[in-house]
């Protein structure tokens, strides 16, 4: 008899400090069976529900189960499951397509999600690089779907936030995120006539202790050396802002491609 592991909370694809919950179980025997969780090859637990609190993206992967008891003669185990696979997205936006293969002449639905769910001023569906759609909802169809749709689809969503205009894009899973810029009027460990810059960013890899390095600018021209604080104060202006952020031993770098308007 095969396991049989589901997904019942939350979504195959989530954002980090989301939480979801998968269930195992043995069709057709209500013997006396335990349940042992797998993420790859590694053993995680033993019961029958596996719950993820506060997801990371190192928790991204494919999760098995598998039912084992004991006999008087030998401790029976049955073979994996099928493998549900989470992908735990440490950036800002999510592009959430069908999950079942779509027929020509059909209409696919999408769904841009940023992580919190603000209230989206605009939004940007791209095919294979190219605009195709432009609207404020986050419900994005593709009509009369024809050979030619097949591709990369992502999208930009923007938002705002205090006196703040906040872009997003969706990005495949990368090792270092996109960088994304925040700007806090008001912060209680700095100045009153500062403000704080702070470059969110979510390195995705098996090493510990690698160093992401960062930089801030202003109008183009950097504020101060590489650091690797992530946040930076200075002095209220109007102006655009951006940051990088690098690893220097993966020889990675990333830039947030929008920058930042303080008016």
Known sequence: TLAVAELVEGKPWIFSGENIRLTCSIPGDLSDWRHQWFRGDKFIQESKDLVIWKAMPQQSGKYYCQGIRKTWIYQQRTPQSLPVEIK???????????????????????????????????????????????????????????????????????????????????????????????????????????????????LNAREKDLMINYNFYQDGLKLGPASSNDRFPVLRASGLYSCTASVPILELKRENPELTTVL
């Open 88 to 202: 735990v997205d440490g950036g800002w936006a999510i592009l959430r397509a069908p999950s079942l293969p779509m027929l020509v002449g059909e209409t696919m639905t999408l769904s841009c999600d940023v992580r919190d769910n603000p209230r989206l001023t605009e939004v940007i569906l791209y095919h294979n690089g190219v605009e195709i759609q432009r609207q404020s909802d986050p419900k994005l169809r593709v009509t009369n779907l024809t050979l030619r749709h097949p591709g990369s689809y992502w999208c930009r969503a923007t938002w705002h936030k205090q006196m703040f205009q906040r872009p997003a894009f969706s990005t495949p899973a990368d090792i270092l995120t996109e960088p994304f810029l925040e700007i806090v009027p008001q912060d209680p460990l700095i100045p009153k006539e500062h403000m704080l810059l702070v470059c969110h960013v979510q």
